[in-house]
T-cell receptor
Framework: GAGVSQTPSNKVTEKGKYVELRCDPISGHTALYWYRQSLGQGPEFLIYFQGTGAADDSGLPNDRFFAVRPEGSVSTLKIQRTERGDSAVYLCASSAGPTDTQYFGPGTRLTVL | AQSVTQLGSHVSVSEGALVLLRCNYS??????LFWYVQYPNQGLQLLLK??????LVKGINGFEAEFKKSETSFHLTKPSAHMSDAAEYFCAVSDKRGTYKYIFGTGTRLKVLA
């Protein structure tokens, strides 16, 4: 079975631009998570979806960051007015339920010039 | 709040030698504990996890970890390193027991010398 997939694998953008990062979870997984991994750091929690709703968005750094999961499957992380400090690897994970093991995708490396 | 400390950002071992990667956590309540491995350009892969029960946990690829409540530790070991073990290893805890928010350490990059 397919694992978690993320597109694009790499994204280079200019400061101030808008970007969208996509996550396709494991089929049937109701829980979906976004993490951000900065250089030399471990992943940091951003947001958790249960089904279509964002159950916990406490990790989003500011209101430039937004994520959706309209049909309870694919999720999109949206970043407005990107800043150089947003450069990082954005990881998506999914799990069967909120207390089950999280399976991670390969990540999207975002570079803001 | 929970926190995770991984001692040693880089560890080098010879092929065939013991691998020991250290992880300590801070929590007043024993959390769920995890070790993930990350190979270059790949996602995090779960090696093993501790939830309840036996404190010595065996994982994939010959790795194991022991939960020691008195030391608030969850060190990862493997008796004999293989070249293919070279990767970055992350220890993580769940923010609250059994819940979804994982707190990760900063990672340990393992280098295996021929």
């Amino acid at each position: 079975g397919a694992g978690v997939s993320q597109t694009p694998s790499n994204k280079v953008t200019e400061k101030g631009k808008y970007v969208e990062l996509r996550c396709d979870p494991i089929s049937g997984h109701t829980a979906l998570y976004w993490y951000r991994q900065s250089l030399g750091q471990g992943p940091e929690f951003l947001i958790y979806f249960q089904g279509t709703g964002a159950a916990d968005d406490s990790g989003l750094p500011n209101d430039r960051f937004f994520a959706v999961r309209p049909e309870g499957s694919v999720s999109t992380l949206k970043i407005q007015r990107t800043e150089r400090g947003d450069s990082a690897v954005y990881l998506c994970a999914s799990s069967a339920g909120p207390t089950d093991t999280q399976y991670f995708g390969p990540g999207t490396r975002l570079t803001v010039l | 709040a929970q926190s995770v400390t991984q001692l040693g950002s880089h560890v080098s071992v010879s092929e065939g030698a013991l691998v020991l990667l250290r992880c300590n956590y801070s929590s007043s309540v024993p959390p769920y504990l995890f070790w993930y491995v990350q190979y270059p350009n790949q996602g995090l892969q779960l090696l093993l996890k501790y939830t309840t029960g036996a404190t010595l946990v065996k994982g994939i690829n010959g790795f194991e970890a022991e939960f020691k409540k008195s030391e608030t530790s969850f060190h990862l070991t493997k008796p004999s390193a293989h070249m293919s073990d070279a990767a970055e290893y992350f220890c993580a805890v769940s923010d609250k027991r059994g819940t979804y928010k994982y707190i990760f350490g900063t990672g340990t990059r393992l280098k295996v010398l021929a």
